[in-house]
């Protein structure tokens, strides 16, 4: 299939202003049957950077997929204590408006949502927040410690702006997360998730603990380690195999 690619301005409730997403479908009639994926930028990105520096498009195509890439400026896809609600916009407003403007609607069994460094952290948060939105989730070199990395964002006052008192709360740590889905308080199934680092990645042992932590729970884990660095190209590998072990 061919792919029609847009760039949507729209004014979103939750975030109280207008943001930008990337959408590119496959020209086809029966758009109920396309995979939708979400694709979540990094810290310094915006929603343009998987578009200008991967393949994604172009695995879109090959799995007729439909892929979604929303705009979160450097809110760790959190609810922010000082900011907007960009947890609340990714996880709950996108999808409602995805519906409405592109006639796209939620099937869960075919919904992914994938993301690098703070955006997996933000996939796999969301994933494990809303289990029954989404079949899967793929972290590539992901904050996987966000506790670990938040003092390293105090230079600006980022870490009081994203959280209260500079504090990660219980609903933002990726442990606690998971844990819930064994002690009871989070119902529903555990989303089939793929993690992958570089080896040489400042992030990697964060990951390991991560992945262990899950494989401790039984989790329905693929985990991906190559040589490599906190770069386009291990994502653009990444990437690739995520959407291969999901979709092919």
């Excluded at 810290?43 to 879109?60: F, I, K, S, V």
């Excluded at 709950?92 to 919904?111: C, D, K, S, W, Y």
């Excluded at 709360?169 to 199934?189: H, M, N, V």
């Excluded at 985990?223 to 590998?237: K, L, R, S, T, V």
Aim: aromatic share 12%.
């Amino acid at each position: 299939a061919y792919m029609a690619f847009f760039r949507c301005d729209l004014m979103s409730e939750s975030l109280g202003m207008t943001t930008s997403v990337l959408v590119t479908m496959p020209d086809t009639d029966d758009l109920d049957t396309a995979p939708i994926i979400y694709l979540l930028h990094g810290l310094t990105d915006n929603c343009t950077g998987w578009a200008r520096y991967t393949q994604a498009e172009h695995l879109a195509r090959t799995h007729s997929a439909i892929l979604i890439m929303p705009e979160v400026q450097r809110s760790f896809y959190t609810d922010m204590a000082c900011g907007p609600k960009y947890f609340t916009y990714v996880n709950q407003e996108l999808q409602a408006m995805v519906r409405r403007f592109f006639g796209i609607h939620p099937n869960p069994a075919r919904t992914y949502i994938m993301g690098l460094s703070m955006g997996g952290y933000g996939a796999l948060k969301c994933a494990l927040t809303a289990p029954q939105q989404y079949a899967g989730a793929a972290g590539f070199s992901s904050v996987a410690d966000i506790k670990a990395k938040l003092p390293t964002f105090s230079r600006w006052h980022e870490d009081q702006a994203l959280f209260s008192g500079g504090v990660v709360p219980p609903e933002g740590d990726l442990f606690t997360l998971a844990t819930r889905f064994t002690d009871g308080t989070q119902k529903g199934r555990m989303p089939e998730v793929f993690l992958a680092c570089g080896q040489q990645d400042g992030l990697f042992a964060d990951n390991l603990r991560l992945r262990d932590h899950l494989r401790g729970m039984d989790w329905p884990l693929t985990w991906y380690e190559a040589p490599g660095d906190h770069n386009w190209f291990f994502w653009n590998d990444a990437l690739t195999r995520a959407m291969e072990h999901f979709l092919g």
